[in-house]
């Protein structure tokens, strides 16, 4: 009796300090300060072949110029509505039809592209055309003026990744559209992966950057390092051979805000049960296999796009040979020293 009594003071206290924007804090200090990483983040795959009839559908409702971006986001199942793949970044599956342009805009939010489908294709960033080819991944640096455009004959769809989520966290959002549909060309095909991207930098110039000046990742490169390091080196027990994209001048992540990843997993492959505290986002380059997040099995082909939870168990299996690209806030994370993993 006593107990509810003091139950009911409580309450009414709550009540009287709630009209002050008070709250007690020991009612939530428990969903606040969890033991371990507890993420409304599901896993999820999204497959290619079901979400591509209502891409194309959409490039029959809405032009790339009048959406600015032609987009269908793959949405978190935990987290209809917020935009999000996982709490910190965004994901979404973009079009651009034969003859169209997405117009040129800017802002900070760092993105990603990672080339599905199509070869006709390219984004100009800064001044320079950067082609795109199936599995090539591409940055569009914080502030950088970038368009997207399509002179060939056939469609152009990409995976986009940008830290959009985190930079809503902390309300810093910055846009701005380019007075021209694109901006003026002014770099030389293939500029900036021979300036920064044959193992050399301008000697002179002590230019270091959060991004990498490297924009490009073409995936015949990366997949002919895979390959060749797979001729010599053991598999990681977790990760199969799986290589970090860098920025070349620094050794860091290739961009500030998000790890990015390549991975080869050769056909038969199953890995250990191994978690992390980086949700991350998988994008299927090549292969068929299946992913086991806690009790659920993801299964993914080419093209497909999947996401594993922060601190979610999870292994893969490939039923042949498979590479996988992936994206996360892990460097965020061991910037400010709170990353942990958990390897069985
Ligand atoms: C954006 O600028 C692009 O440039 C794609 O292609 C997706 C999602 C949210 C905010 C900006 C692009 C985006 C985006």
Redesign the pocket.
Known sequence: MAQQARLMDRQAFYERIDKHELAPLWEVFRELITPEPRSPCLPHVWAYDAVRPFLMESGELISAKEA??R?L?LENPGMRGA?CVTRSL?A?I?LVLPGEV?PC?R?N?S?L?VVLEGRGGY?GVEGEHIPMQPGDFII?PSWAW???ANPSAEPVTWL?G?D?PLVQLLDASF?EAHAAESQPRRFPHGYGLARHGANMKPADDDHTAAASPVNHYPYARSREALHTMRKHDALDRHHGLKMEFVNPLTGAAAMPTISTFIQLLPGGFQSRPYRSSDGTVYSVIEGHGETRVGDKTLPWGPRDTFVVPSWARHSHHADEESVLFSFSDRTVQQKLDLWHEEKE
Request: glycine share 4%.
């Open positions: 600015e971006r987009v986001v935009s965004y979404g973009q997405a805009h802002h939010q993105a592209r984004t569009t970038h368009e997207h986009d940008l959009v846009f």
